[in-house]
């Protein structure tokens, strides 16, 4: 519908209750940079198991700081000693590398893409959390959409006798919504199509064909250099900028093109900041709104929902630095989840208003049974 206005809501993509019972979310902890290993910074995220983790437990009681402020007394009694737990469908820790994540997150979305849905993987949270680090990564140590792309080349090629399939790649940015071209850089921003055929399209945007890949390492990490920063506030800047990398898959016998979306989101602390809660899960792709600006979601409209899969990877720092970032990303990515678990077991309910369900859910506060 090229009509569609900015902003409006995924229309093709089937059942909201559908959707969501495609979510995975998949919490991951950074180590400790120099920083927070120095004297004022506690560790406030502690993982239990693979699917569980306590925010700010007790034992630990001391003043905490954000942003490397002390806060005020008042603030340390309320909000320490929560020792909130929370659970997810993954919890990575420290130690987990990107191919372990690769491992927990988007090869099964392979699947799905292999049966002929288009699939989405977002990594929310804090500037600094690690998205960047988790869905590029460097040469050397290459992030989710590197490896993504590797499995998926080894999968077609095992199982395609002829090499009857068609990669075709593509990486901007989406910018104080606008969209640029990560690939091949211009001060004017391209306009958003769309085609019966490709879906929504990005008119003019370069489509990288590629066989390998290999040949993805230095498009990603030259493409990553190209996204916005400011020359006096790099971090400022590039913190608002989202990337979305985008493979589109044909073979000759599908009658359509099959697009997976890998989505670096603007830093989530913009979003903590409008505090609008209870608006975040009303939207499309449970992404909050405030993030997932127009063009974003325009661009997107063909890749959520549905039969569509859904991963999020919600990045969190284990510093008492990152406190509120901390608490805020978790929150979210539990939110997210308990959407996940509650449409499942009311599946077949499919008339209700889950809108409101959840609304009611929010009030009730998130999981955190405490014993
Ligand atoms: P974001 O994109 O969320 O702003 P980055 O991915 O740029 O954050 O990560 C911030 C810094 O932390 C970078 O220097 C990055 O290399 C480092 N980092 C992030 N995650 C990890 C990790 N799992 N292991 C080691 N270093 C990490
Ligand atoms: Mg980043």
Partial sequence: DVKSRPGALPSKC????????????????????????????????????????????????????????????????????????????????????????????????????????????????????????????????????????????????????????????????????????????????????????????????????????RELLNMLENGNKNRTQHPTDANAESSRSHAVFQMRYKTSSQARVVKLSMIDLAGSERASATGCVGERFKEGANINRSLLDSKLTRLLKDSLGGNCKTVMIANISPSSISYEDTYNTLKYAARANKIQLSVKKNIVDAKADWRCRITEEEKLHITLESH
Avoid: W
């Fill in 14 to 213: 089937g059942s909201t209750l559908n959707m969501a019972a495609n979510i995975k979310v998949v919490v991951r902890v950074r180590p400790l940079n120099e920083k927070e290993r120095g004297a004022n910074s506690r560790v406030v995220v502690d993982v239990v198991d693979d699917t569980m983790l306590v925010f700010d437990p007790k034992e630990e009681l001391r003043p905490f700081f954000y942003q490397g402020v002390q806060q005020p007394t008042k603030n340390v009694l309320r909000r320490a000693n929560k020792e909130l737990k929370f659970v997810f469908d993954n919890v990575c820790g420290q130690t987990a590398s990107n191919k372990d994540i690769f491992e927990l997150t988007t090869k099964d979305v392979l699947a799905s893409l292999m049966e002929g849905y288009n699939c989405s993987v977002f990594v929310y949270g804090a500037t600094g959390a690690g998205k960047t680090f988790t869905m590029i990564g460097s040469k050397e140590n290459p992030g989710i959409t590197y490896l993504t792309m590797e499995h998926l080349f080894y999968t077609i090629n095992s199982f395609e006798k002829e090499r009857d399939f068609d990669i075709g790649v593509s990486y901007i940015e989406v910018y104080n919504e606008n969209v640029y071209d990560l690939l091949k850089p211009s001060k004017t921003p391209l306009q958003l199509r769309e085609d019966a055929k490709y879906g929504v399209m990005v008119a003019g945007l370069t489509l990288e064909s590629i066989n390998t890949a």
